[in-house]
């Protein structure tokens, strides 16, 4: 429902602390073709994110960190990988003023952090996005940009917390969280909580998760989608 | 676009790497290149990373995560079954080969678990190998590691086939070839003999009517019971036959054979099957064969020797001796050499023989070899290159006395001949009256082509310059390398000349293709190794060998002394042998096929029959036969 979108797209008031060039950036991610999510884990491009924050309240702590790398045709290339810093998240120390986003403070154009969240636009294009705990992370990123750049980003989100149970069904894990499917896969983390670190060991979860998926008729991002909200139907109205 | 999270992914999979042999030694830039451009891939249990169905390798392939099972496919035959399946683990790196030979891999790697892998794409690892010198050396040696393989499989190919072959374990059944012959015992004496005479036999089985064997007569009985007894033609044949001879069921194996003859003190056994009737003859020849004569069990017999006929059985079991060396993984040098020194050994023994009967009392003289048995590198299929050099203290005898050699020449080169080294078509032989010099004759006459190097002068060089003396006065052969040494030592053109001429061919290496082959249509797809190969490596280490005087003829010792002299680092000798070495065996292989299935043998290999890792290694051997042209290059501003 592209046109749908953009008919809403069309309504929403440009923020006008924006420059030109950033708006003009801006539409331009608004164009790009969504792909295909039909096709093969192997034929498409995924990115795997991962966020540090103040804290786990989505309304009230802030977002400071966003990790972000491609899975491409099954592959992860390091080039292809995306780190963005908005604030130091060691507690007590003082952020270097302008670079912190408070809820509601105004952004400025010649913001740093806007153009970086542009970058990030552009980094991630359409592609259907990956993280573990989709509601969180989705949440922190997706206020930002909307506060900031002031857009509803709208992409498709595949959460592995409900995937991968599913697919590793033999696999005891009780709510042990990312760090028990890590573990499970004896994944090792460069620096764990830091969100390009996060993301990468994701992004392998990611790898072992399609591999698994395909091997079990779950062929593209869609049929993961289907699967996703299939588990999450059981389970709310179980 | 450098970011801080392609720094931090890059940082960490440098720190993998470096825990790691051979990247632990990788200078940083070349790491950093590596890290920079892997992929990370991953592979469920059970997936099919790479086979050889795949294609050409285009990737190179680190494990960083999981094992992976290694399972030899496609190459040649079942000899692979016995190499156990092996496993990779982290750090390790495979499709090396496949990759710089650029083929299809050799062998499966299939994901035993949750397989992840850094990947680095064909043009990548290029590059790679050439900033590093740390990863291209260990690629080399990698490939050398499976040269040494390559070698191991060649080694139980042969063992198996020699397995195959009779071994002292073999049932009779299986060693009697012949349909026995046999006689009644009523037939006489006369048409026994001839009978004998007539189909070559040692022995003569006598048997009575229902094929049991009765009896067994000798050619040694001959003398002791028909001629000094005076003994009658006419008699029947079981009157001079000894009684009840010792039988052995088919069944039963050589060793009992040999056992037997011990015991007995007798030279021949006789199979038969279980109604008793005779199957067939096994000697004490026989035995000695399948034992594997030694070493020194035919240089005795060869020593021994007074007549052409056991020299010619030397011959044969030279061949077999080889044979076997080859299947013990013995080198192409050592088996080129041990069949030389054994050839001296049957010529000298011929030399001998006709000494006899030609008498050169009073003469200095010395019988020399040229060309590749000059050099101590015969092959099975070696013809004759020899000549004479002789001293004439008085001039008016001088013409006398060559046709004195000329003679005796003539006779050994028949006999050498008739003892399996063929005729050289070339007449490089002692017979020939060029070749049958006094030493002022031959100094002159190298004295001329070194003065002189048009084309011919050249090509005499390359074959009488390598010269050793054989039979006789080796003080003579000294003499006459001294007097070329001056020669070539006042001659720098000559020299220079020289090397132009071993640069004329070049080695058969393509640009496209792996291998230039021959476009003769009687020899499409194939090599010619001795003159594409090994000649490479003879011609070039002729030159060097000249040039720093060393006296010797061999080429491996040649490139090994010269080589000190010229300061090549000893490992460029070592590879530069072991390339001479490698296509020597190739060579030696192929002419024992040859020779096999019948045909005459001779040096044309097809590349397309060769394994992989042979082709690769073939590669690396003309490689060295380039490095050593190119130095002759540098020397003489070619």
């Known amino acids: ?238 | 676009m450098s970011n801080s999270a392609t720094e931090m992914l890059v940082a960490a999979c440098i720190q993998f790497l470096q825990a790691h042999p051979p990247f632990d030694r990788m200078e940083a830039e070349a790491l950093r290149f590596l890290a920079e451009h892997v992929r990370l891939a991953h592979y469920p249990k059970g997936a099919q990373i790479l086979s050889s169905e795949m294609g050409v390798a285009r990737t190179l392939y680190i494990l960083q995560h999981g094992r992976v099972q290694v399972r030899a496919s496609g190459v040649a035959s079942s000899s692979n079954v016995e190499s156990a399946p092996n496993t990779l683990g982290p750090g390790q790196a495979f499709a090396i080969a496949a990759l710089m030979a650029q083929r299809p891999t050799s062998s499966s790697y299939v994901a035993r678990e949750e397989v992840f892998c850094y990947e680095l794409p064909a043009d990548d690892f290029f590059t790679l190998t050439q900033k590093s010198t740390v990863f291209n050396l260990f690629c080399s040696q990698y490939i050398a590691g499976l040269l040494r393989q390559s070698q191991q499989q060649l080694q139980l190919q042969f063992a198996q086939r020699a397995a195959e072959q009779k071994t002292m374990n073999s049932p009779l059944a299986v060693i009697v070839k012949r349909e026995p012959v046999s006689v009644a015992p009523e037939t006489s004496i006369r048409q026994v003999v001839a009978l004998m005479a007539d189909r070559h036999l040692g022995s003569m089985v006598v048997v009575d009517a229902d094929e049991q064997p009765v009896g067994i007569f000798t050619l040694s009985d001959v003398l002791k019971r028909i001629v000094l007894p005076g003994t009658s033609l006419e008699q029947p044949i079981s009157s001079v036959m000894s009684a009840t001879p010792q039988t052995l069921p088919l069944a039963a194996n050589a060793h009992d054979a040999a056992l037997a003859m011990a015991m007995h003190g007798i030279r021949h056994v006789l199979a038969v099957d279980e109604g008793g009737r005779l199957k067939g003859v096994v000697s004490e020849r026989d035995l000695f064969k399948l034992q594997g004569a030694g070493l020194r069990q035919i240089r005795h017999a060869i020593d021994a020797a007074s007549s052409l006929d056991v020299l010619q059985h030397a011959r044969e079991d030279i061949r077999q001796l080889s044979l076997t060396m080859l299947a013990e993984g013995v080198g192409g040098q050592e088996i080129t050499q041990f069949i030389s020194t054994l050839n001296d050994t049957v010529t000298r023994r011929i030399i001998e023989i006709n000494l006899d009967r030609h008498d050169l009392y009073g003469i200095d003289w010395a019988w020399l070899s040229f060309g590749s048995e000059g050099r101590d590198e015969q092959t099975f299929i070696s013809d004759q290159d020899n000549g004479i050099v002789y001293i004439c203290t008085d001039i008016m005898d001088r013409e006398l006395t060559q046709l004195r050699f000329l003679d005796f020449a003539r006779d050994v080169n028949a006999d050498l001949d008739t003892c399996g080294f063929p005729l050289c078509k070339g007449n490089i032989m002692a017979s020939n009256p060029g070749l049958c010099l006094t030493l002022e004759e031959w100094e002159e006459r190298f004295a001329q082509w070194v003065r002189t190097p048009e084309p011919q002068a050249l090509l005499n060089a390359t074959i009488f310059f390598d010269f050793r003396p054989l039979y006789g006065r080796f003080n003579l052969a000294h003499r006459m390398r001294l007097s070329l040494f001056r020669q070539t030592n006042g001659n720098p053109l000559f020299l220079r000349m020289l090397a132009q001429n071993a640069l004329s061919v070049s080695p058969p290496l393509g640009r496209i293709r792996d291998f230039v082959t021959s476009d003769d249509p009687e020899h499409s797809g194939t090599i010619d190794l001795k003159k594409y190969g090994v000649r490479l490596f003879t011609d070039a280490a002729r030159v060097f060998a000249l040039a720093r005087q060393v006296e010797a003829t061999n080429t491996a010792t040649r490139i090994k002394r010269a080589g000190a002299l010229m300061n090549i680092s000893q490992e460029d000798v070592a590879a530069s042998l072991e390339g001479f070495n490698f296509i020597q065996l190739l060579r030696l292989r192929h002419q024992h096929f040859e020779q096999e299935h019948g045909r005459a043998g001779d040096n044309f290999i097809r590349p397309d029959e060769l394994n992989e890792i042979e082709r690769r290694i073939l590669k690396e051997a003309f490689r060295q036969a380039r490095k050593l042209q190119a130095r002759l290059k540098l020397d003489y501003q070619l």
């Open chain 1, 1 to 238: 429902m592209a046109w749908f979108s953009r008919l809403f797209s069309g309504q929403e008031t440009p923020n006008p602390a924006l420059t030109a060039g950033q708006q003009q950036l801006i539409a331009a991610w608004r164009q790009l073709p969504v792909p295909d999510l039909q096709r093969s884990h192997y034929r498409c491009r995924y990115v795997v994110v991962d966020v540090e924050t103040t804290g786990i309240n989505v309304r009230t702590d802030r977002l400071c960190a966003i990790g972000a790398l491609a899975v491409v045709d099954g592959q992860i290339d390091f080039k292809d990988a995306f780190h963005l810093l908005a604030e130091p998240a060691e507690p007590g120390a003082d952020p270097a003023p302008g670079l912190s986003v408070r809820p509601h403070s105004e952004p400025v154009a010649g913001h740093p952090l806007v153009d970086a969240l542009i970058s990030f636009l552009h980094f991630v294009g359409k592609a259907p996005l990956i993280a573990y705990n989709v509601p969180f992370v989705a949440a922190m990123i997706e206020r930002t940009l909307t506060e900031c750049l002031g857009i509803d980003w709208g992409l498709a989100w595949i959460d592995l917390a409900w995937v991968m149970p599913d697919l590793f069904r033999d696999v005891e894990h009780a709510g042990g969280g990312l760090d028990a499917w890590l573990d499970h896969f004896s994944i090792a983390s460069i620096r764990r909580h830091h969100a390009v670190s996060d993301a990468y060991a994701t992004a392998q979860l990611l790898q072992i998760t399609i591999a698994s998926g395909a091997h079990k008729g779950f062929m593209t991002p869609a049929s993961l989608i289907e699967l996703e909200k299939a588990r999450r139907h059981l389970h709310q109205s179980g």
